[in-house]
């Protein structure tokens, strides 16, 4: 499934830059594609492990 992820993310990368390059600039265009990018990065992240691994709560009665 990364391997779905990847190339959607790098065009959605390519299009923000190369709209930011037009001298008639569309701003719905940059914007879906910061969209797509947000996505994209939490969808390849989500598999991420944390860091600090939570650790249950002992009840000391």
Do not use: C, H, W
């Amino acid at each position: 499934m990364k391997k779905f992820y990847v190339p959607i993310v790098l065009l959605a990368i390519a299009v923000a830059f190369y709209e930011q390059t037009v001298t008639d600039k569309n701003v719905y265009v940059s914007v879906i594609a910061m969209a797509v990018f947000m996505f994209g990065m939490m969808r390849l992240s989500a598999k991420t492990p944390s860091k600090n691994p939570e650790k249950e709560e002992e009840n000391v009665d």
